[in-house]
Every structure is written in structure tokens, then in C-alpha cells.
Nanobody, 114 residues
């Protein structure tokens, strides 16, 4: 069972930046990873994914503003969020898929407000 611990959420002003981190309890090599978010009253949606070979894809709403990356030494996945908008407010979840299963972090709140 892989444990995922997220950090980096909080309050940001519109136009500001935050960086989310997701540290795994074991190696993230040979895995696919992603970040999802869920706003109040809405379904969970994909924000960004990075597959084993390093290819990334993003939701249209965050393209050019958010960037997903990984550090295999620290077994950590990141989501750099720039030019934040109020509509980015949500609970953000990291996701990891390996040969054993599909794992989720506990979620971290991101609030964008002036």
C-alpha cells in the first residue's frame, strides 16, 4: 500500500502562485502520476498527469499556468500553479498508479481569493 502525503496548499491571491508537493512512501519510478481537484458541489476533475515516460497532459483550464513534475530521488511529485484564479479554488488530490494499484493522497485545500 503506497502512502501519499500532500503539502503546499493554502491561501493565495489572484495572480499568485503555489506549489503542491506529494511525497510517496516508496519509489515513484515506473509509475504514472497525477493531480486532481474537487470544488464544492462539483465532481473531481483531472488537472494534470505525467506518465511513466515523462509525457504530460493538462486540463484546458490550466494549460500554460500549471506544471507537473517529479523528483525520483525524493519520490515526490509537484504541481506548480501560477497565475492563480478564484476558479482554481478546490481540494487538490495527488494520484499514483503502479503495478499494484491506484492510490490517492488525503487532499490539500487551495483557496484563491483577494
Amino acid at each position: 500500500q503506497v502512502q501519499l502525503v500532500e503539502s503546499g496548499g493554502g491561501l493565495a491571491q489572484p495572480g499568485g502562485s503555489l506549489r503542491l508537493s506529494c511525497t510517496a512512501s516508496e519509489s515513484i519510478f515506473n509509475t504514472d502520476g497525477g493531480w486532481y481537484r474537487q470544488a464544492p458541489g462539483k465532481e473531481r476533475e483531472l488537472v494534470a498527469r505525467i506518465i511513466n515516460g515523462g509525457t504530460t497532459n493538462y486540463a484546458e483550464s490550466v494549460k500554460g499556468r500549471f506544471f507537473i513534475s517529479r523528483d525520483f530521488v525524493r519520490d515526490t511529485m509537484f504541481l506548480q500553479m501560477n497565475s492563480l484564479k478564484p476558479e482554481d479554488t478546490a481540494v487538490y488530490y495527488c494520484n499514483l498508479i503502479n503495478w499494484r494499484g491506484n492510490y490517492w493522497g488525503q487532499g490539500t485545500q487551495v483557496t484563491v481569493s483577494s
